[in-house]
């Protein structure tokens, strides 16, 4: 059963207001996959892993690793992770404004390389963009859609 997220108290603990679209998307699907391929992280989960909060924490850790490697077409600090897929690639939102979470731009990382992928819109409009329009991300190593079946996993909670 999904469960309502006190919004204002999780972005408090975060330090950011989070995009619209976003939140509608958790509260209407929890957690599961779309097309069997790509997770959406949810504020709370029973899976630590599945949880923003513990994503945020480990992608500024690879992030801040990669960027002593190579340079990042993005600022760090910029990059928050809202999904990823079974093969390791990584969903960011791009802050940018930093103020104006609605406005905010979806980029890929490529898990093996160093492709990175701009969508300009949010969380839902890229899931509608892979997995019903079938638009090609080259961060991806593969089509992701059109496929876009939800299937919810375990227990997770929006």
Same mark, same amino acid.
């Given at each position: 059963?999904?469960? %309502?997220?006190?919004?204002?108290?999780?972005? +408090?603990?975060?330090?950011?207001?989070?995009?619209?679209?976003?939140? =509608? =998307?958790?509260?209407?699907?929890?957690?599961?996959?779309?097309?069997?391929?790509?997770?959406?992280?949810? &504020?709370?989960? @029973?899976?630590?892993?599945?949880?923003?909060?513990? %994503?945020?924490?480990?992608?500024?850790?690879?992030?801040?690793?990669?960027?002593?490697?190579? !340079? =990042? !077409?993005? /600022?760090?600090?910029?990059?928050? !992770?809202?999904?990823?897929?079974?093969?390791?690639?990584?969903?960011?939102?791009? $802050? +940018?404004?930093?103020? +104006?979470?609605?406005?905010? $731009?979806?980029?890929?990382? %490529?898990?093996?390389?160093?492709?990175?992928?701009?969508?300009?819109?949010?969380?839902?409009?890229?899931?509608?963009? #892979?997995?019903?329009?079938?638009?090609?991300? @080259? #961060?991806? /190593?593969?089509?992701?859609? &059109?496929? &876009?079946?939800?299937? !919810?996993?375990?227990?997770?909670? #929006?």
């Amino acid at each position: 059963m999904l469960v %309502q997220t006190d919004w204002l108290r999780f972005e +408090s603990t975060i330090g950011f207001a989070l995009p619209a679209d976003y939140k =509608l =998307l958790v509260e209407t699907y929890g957690l599961g996959t779309f097309g069997r391929f790509l997770m959406v992280y949810q &504020p709370r989960s @029973d899976y630590e892993f599945t949880e923003l909060r513990t %994503q945020i924490r480990m992608n500024a850790d690879k992030l801040e690793f990669l960027a002593e490697f190579e !340079p =990042l !077409p993005y /600022a760090p600090e910029e990059l928050v !992770p809202v999904a990823g897929t079974d093969n390791g690639n990584s969903v960011y939102w791009l $802050r +940018s404004p930093l103020d +104006s979470p609605d406005s905010w $731009r979806i980029v890929v990382d %490529q898990s093996r390389g160093d492709t990175w992928s701009e969508f300009s819109g949010g969380i839902v409009d890229f899931l509608v963009a #892979a997995f019903v329009d079938g638009v090609r991300f @080259d #961060a991806l /190593a593969e089509n992701i859609g &059109p496929d &876009p079946v939800f299937t !919810p996993s375990g227990r997770g909670e #929006a």
